[in-house]
């Protein structure tokens, strides 16, 4: 009997049969997850793109249990090492078997299995394989051993079989029944899943006393009771589960296209510490009513970003594109383009004191963080312990239009309505704005007001183009470095603090509803938000409480073992001593751009200070507002040192130049004066409106 089957099957396996290659299988095999790569080719996250059958990634046998290789081999083809493709002794049995019709008996070996499971044509159909099919499938057997290596073939059929449902190969029946890598498989669950390929839709109970007298074959001692719960607990699982996912969003937007493998700029081990360190963070801010945060990290020279996290979990929403109030984190935009035009310098007073500004909704009264005024403060002191009043000011001597203009090229297309929209609250960040064109527009000023678009694929090098002036974003960076400047408001210890150097800005909107840290360092850029998604208010919570401290333990992980330095002054900067009269504040080294440097910063009083016309600014821009009524709209004009003169507009008197002049504003180009009892101009700007009032 033996010897004729084996007869039969050399005769009609003669003729050789053409199979792939392993190198073939292997580069035909599509994972079901199309897999998302960091910077340094480690995997990720993924995306599903095939959704009739879960497969993982091909997974190398050296990476595949001893328990499960030896359960295979003794479940499915126990003389695997010794035959040559087809057991003929099992071929013969299994052939005498069936045709005395006692009890059906397969005689397939795992090789013939891999000839069928690589070639379609070799496939069972709904009656079964035909004789022609189970000959030809011997003989590619037979062309498979004398090609391949038993561990190929292995190899190759663990990737390749099907366990259960939708789970196909090792890969994915190990995470999907048992949460766990091919290379964790115990005695038991590698019993479970050999048990299964016989048989992969059989009930739980049929599936445990299969793998229970598997695993008494292998080893006498397995214990039944916990391979019957095994396999209730595996299969019982709702769906495959997916590995842990480190970067969701960034797997949403780079797998779409189709590509089986994308490799980002992403750094694993940041992205993970990143995730991990909101995570903890928000834990402790829940009682604060904070649920939620976002963050990204973006390498300063290219505008790779190195780390995504979108949400704190359990959200949809992409925190690092979601339009939310700036906040404070536009202020120093605001003075750096104060100091471009040379209005004012970083020693120059500031006024914070009560200020109320007209508006067709009605005055608009800037408040501080405390509820409390300063007094006169320095440029340094104002910006870096984040004043609100002296902002708003500062914003009504460069132009709102000017302002929101130089937002824009910053990047921040998401301030996408006219100027007017947003008024003057826009100088504390009334507008909506991302948290990645805020960490790009911050990274502007870490590349000395060289701006350029980021990434999260690799690309070539790509040039930058200037949009801030590179003496005053020095000058900005270095005051948003100072902790001594940011002590008035935040303390001399705070979470802003590092042990290297770094500049930072925190902001928080109207009624608490966002909370941002955004800040840098020689070599990275970090923005924080955190808050609520449904614009709920959090509790108590200030710009060092809430993500400063994010920010920090994130900044500190990128520069573990990475030096940063304070950048070098460019050319065209100097240093002086200053102090004040009155003493505001104490004498100290300050930047100056050459030609504005003082020693010494005299404070007059009201009656003593040059005339000088403070609203509208030079080549100011205002645009009239379509929904105010004809007739109901002004605009006050406002100056300093102006005792004793007047207001002329376009050559017409208006009156005391000591008070100021609410104006009803005409489209055109203007010029405003203010004019001494001679009628010789002492002080002068021009401006335009635009737009015009319906009927």
């Known amino acids: 009997m033996r010897r004729l089957a084996a007869a039969l099957v050399l005769a009609l396996a003669a003729p050789a049969y053409a199979v792939p290659t392993p190198e073939q299988v ?10 998302l790569l960091d910077r340094h080719g480690v995997p990720i996250d993924s995306l599903r793109i095939d959704m009739a059958v879960r497969r993982a990634q091909w997974v190398g046998l050296a990476d595949i249990s001893p328990a499960m290789r030896l359960a295979l081999v003794r479940a499915e083809d126990r003389r695997f090492m010794q035959h040559d493709g087809v057991d003929v002794g099992a071929l013969g049995k299994a052939a005498w078997d069936n045709l005395l019709r006692t ?5 397939s070996t795992i ?5 069928a499971l690589v070639d379609e044509r070799l496939r069972a159909g709904a009656g079964g394989r035909s004789w022609g099919q189970k000959w030809d499938q011997a003989s590619a057997a037979r062309e498979l051993e004398a090609g391949w290596s038993k561990a190929q073939i292995m190899e190759a059929y663990l990737n390749l079989v099907p366990f259960r449902g939708e789970l196909q190969g090792i890969g994915a029946a190990s995470q999907g029944l048992f949460g766990k890598a091919p290379s964790g498989l115990n005695q038991a669950e590698s019993a479970i899943l050999a048990s299964l390929l016989r048989a992969p839709s ?3 109970r049929m599936v445990a006393q299969r793998a229970c007298a598997l695993a008494r074959e292998i080893n006498p001692a397995a214990r039944c009771a916990g391979i019957e719960w095994d396999v209730a607990a595996a299969l019982s699982r709702p769906a495959a589960a997916a590995a842990p996912t480190q970067a969701p969003h960034v797997a949403q937007r780079l797998l779409k296209g189709g590509a089986r493998q994308v490799r980002s700029t992403l750094d694993a081990g ?8 909101l995570h903890a963070h928000l834990a402790a801010l829940r009682e604060r009513n904070v649920t939620q945060g976002a963050l990204v990290a973006i390498d300063n020279d290219s505008g790779e970003i190195v780390a995504y996290v979108a949400n704190g979990g ?3 929403v992409d925190g690092v594109l979601a339009l939310r109030q700036a906040g404070s984190t536009l202020k120093p935009f605001l003075y750096q383009l104060a100091m471009e035009r040379g209005w004012i310098t970083a020693a120059s007073p500031q006024d914070d004191s009560p200020l109320e500004i007209a508006t067709a909704a009605g005055p608009y009264v800037p408040q501080n963080y405390d509820r409390q005024f300063k007094g006169w403060v320095s440029t340094r002191t104002s910006l870096a312990s984040s004043l609100n009043v002296p902002a708003v000011r500062m914003l009504q001597l460069t132009g709102l239009e000017r302002f929101h203009a130089r937002l824009r090229a910053l990047g921040m297309d998401s301030l996408s309505e006219p100027a007017a929209f947003y008024g003057y609250s826009l100088a504390l960040g009334s507008g909506d704005v991302s948290l990645l064109e805020l960490a790009n527009a911050y990274r502007t000023l870490a590349n000395g007001g060289l701006h350029g678009s980021v990434t999260l694929q690799p690309r070539a090098a790509q040039a930058k183009s200037r949009v801030l002036d590179a003496k005053t974003a020095f000058i900005v960076g270095d005051i948003l470095s100072d902790r001594a400047a940011r002590s008035l408001t935040f303390g001399l210890r705070n979470e802003l603090a590092t042990a290297f150097w770094s500049a930072v800005k925190t902001g928080t909107s109207k009624d608490m509803r966002d909370n941002w840290c955004v800040g840098y360092s020689e070599k990275y850029t970090v923005a924080v938000w955190v808050g609520n998604f449904d614009g709920s208010p959090m509790w108590d919570v200030s710009g060092v409480t809430g993500a400063a401290p994010v920010w920090r333990d994130v900044m500190e992980r ?32 300050e930047w100056f751009v050459r030609g504005t440097e003082s ?10 200070r040059r005339a000088a016309i403070l609203y509208p600014g030079p080549d100011g821009v205002i645009a009239l507002d379509p929904d105010i009524p004809a007739g109901r709209e002004r605009v006050v004009f406002r100056a300093q040192g102006a005792q004793g003169l007047s207001w002329r507009l376009d050559g017409v008197a208006l009156g005391a130049g000591a008070a100021s002049h609410a104006w009803q504003p005409v489209a055109g180009e203007h010029e405003l004066a203010l004019v001494d009892a001679g009628d010789k101009v002492v002080a002068a700007t021009r401006f335009s409106v635009r737009g015009s009032k319906a009927n």
């Not at 009890?103 to 005689?107: D, E, H, Q, S, Y």
Request: glycine share 4%; net charge positive; proline share 9%.
């Open 26 to 35: 292997r580069a035909a095999y599509r994972a079901s997850d199309a897999q």
């Open 103 to 107: 009890r059906a008996r397969g005689a």
């Open 111 to 115: 090789t013939m299995q891999l000839a």
């Open 202 to 204: 059989a009930a739980p």
């Open 270 to 277: 940041i992205q993970r510490d990143a995730v991990d360190t």
């Open 314 to 316: 359990a959200s949809e």
């Open 558 to 589: 990128l520069h573990r073992a990475l030096p940063s330095r304070a950048p070098a002054a460019p050319p065209g900067l100097v240093q002086q001593t200053v102090s004040y009269q009155p003493a505001l504040e104490a004498p100290r080294r």
């Open 599 to 608: 020693a010494q910063v005299t404070l007059l009083g009201t009656e003593k």
